[in-house]
């Protein structure tokens, strides 16, 4: 049965999530097949407390591979619960986050290398990929800015890392989306939200296979 897996991919203050809500919001009518909107770190009871455990301010002694690790057994068990049951079932599925943040957070921020980090998650993904990828390009700077004002302190374990941290991460996603252009559709998100999200509605749309569409 046809079935699509979108992710949704960004640095931290990206507006990922509220895009892809109002994205849903726009694409939802527009379907035939079921849909479903899941998250990483996450997206499954077990996920979730993985992802608990990896955003915690208080363990600062957590090592890169430790943490590249729990992202991976985080996806792991996402993959097994959420994602491919609802592939199986023919559903879109939406996802903010995939294994793209890994590569950029944990391969390039976090210097554990592309390589190294892609193929623990080849053995958490099985090698299933997204059919599309959307990345929400902000500067990190901005990005950052955005942060402070909405959480006043109360940030992650990552969001506290420092702005050469978020800055390295930024030149993985360059990277990244170089490498999967086929792939991945990046939108200039330092622009309002309709017309952000109106963008990337277009892209879903033309992506989608047309029997998952309504007429
Ligand atoms: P998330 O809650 O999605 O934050 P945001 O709303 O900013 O997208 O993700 C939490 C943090 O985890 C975010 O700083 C990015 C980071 N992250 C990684 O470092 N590696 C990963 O594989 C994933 C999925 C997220």
Redesign the pocket.
Known sequence: MKSFFISFE?????G??TVLEQVVAQIAPKLRAQYLVT????GSKIAEQI?QF??DPANIAMSAKT??LL??A??SQHMAETIIPALEKGQVVFS???????????GV??DLGIEAVKAI?DFATSGIEPDVTIFLDVQPEV?LAR?AKDHGGQE????Q?KLSFHQK?YQGYQWVNQQYSDRIEVVNANRPLSKVVADCVKIVVNRLPKELLKD
């Open positions: 960004g640095p931290d203050g990206s990922k999530s998250r990483e770190p996450g992802r990896i955003l943490e590249a992202y991976a985080s996806r903010d986050r995939f294994v793209d943040s890994s590569l950029a957070y944990q921020g976090r998650n990005g942060i992650d374990r990552l969001e890392e991460v």
